[in-house]
Structure formats: structure tokens, C-alpha cells
């Protein structure tokens, strides 16, 4: 099993930035894929962004494509969600997730491991 910790989120104005990390521990030899999703009040959960954990490839949701970058550091077992250009719609709680095995990148159900998540808050 792999545990995950997201850190840093917080409160931003519309245009500002911030920068999550997510921090894995425990069968982390196992790691295919880390994706980051959020979930919004009253909203489905969504895809964000996912990186590739050994050859570092990067998948992003339109509505962050240009804004966010997701990259990884694979001796200290972290995955990062810059974000840039934020705006009041990404306010959210971003949950860091890890995918052992096959599946879609883009779908909750492929991902074996979920964080607790960390609340964004961009105001207008």
C-alpha cells in the first residue's frame, strides 16, 4: 500500500499562485502513475493533472492546461502541482492520488491510493 500526504494548499488571490506537494511513503516501488483531483462544494470529483512516475510523461485537464505543471522527484518520493493564474473556479479540495497499475490516467477508478486532500481557496 502507499500512503500519500498532501501539503500546501491555502488562500490566494484570483491570479496568484501556489504549489501542493504530495509525499508518498510505504510500496512506492510499485508507482505507474500520480495524479492530483480536486473537488469542488456540491461538484463531482475531477481530474487534474497526472505524471508518468518513470519515464515523467504529463496529462492535464483542459481547464488547467497552459496554468498548472505537474512534475515529480523520485528519490524524495514527491509529485508537485504548481499552479499559476489561479482563478475563483479552482477553489477546491486537490487530492494527490497513486495509480500501481493499468487503467486511465484521467479516471478515479484506475488510482489504488488517495491522500486526505488539501483545500485551495481563490478569491475574486
Known amino acids: 500500500q502507499v500512503r500519500l500526504v498532501e501539503s500546501g494548499g491555502g488562500l490566494v488571490q484570483a491570479g496568484g499562485s501556489l504549489r501542493l506537494s504530495c509525499a508518498a511513503s510505504?510500496?512506492?516501488?510499485?508507482?505507474?502513475?500520480m495524479g492530483w483531483f480536486r473537488q469542488a462544494p456540491g461538484k463531482e470529483r475531477e481530474f487534474v493533472a497526472a505524471i508518468t512516475w518513470t519515464g515523467g510523461t504529463t496529462y492535464y485537464a483542459d481547464s488547467v492546461k497552459g496554468r498548472f505543471a505537474v512534475s515529480r522527484n523520485i528519490a524524495g518520493n514527491t509529485v508537485y502541482l504548481q499552479m499559476n493564474s489561479l482563478k475563483p473556479e479552482d477553489t477546491a479540495v486537490y487530492y494527490c492520488a497513486a495509480k500501481l497499475g493499468g487503467g486511465t490516467v484521467a479516471a478515479m477508478s484506475s488510482f489504488n491510493s488517495w491522500g486526505q486532500g488539501t483545500q485551495v481557496t481563490v478569491s475574486s
Open positions: 510505504g510500496r512506492t516501488f510499485n508507482l505507474d502513475t
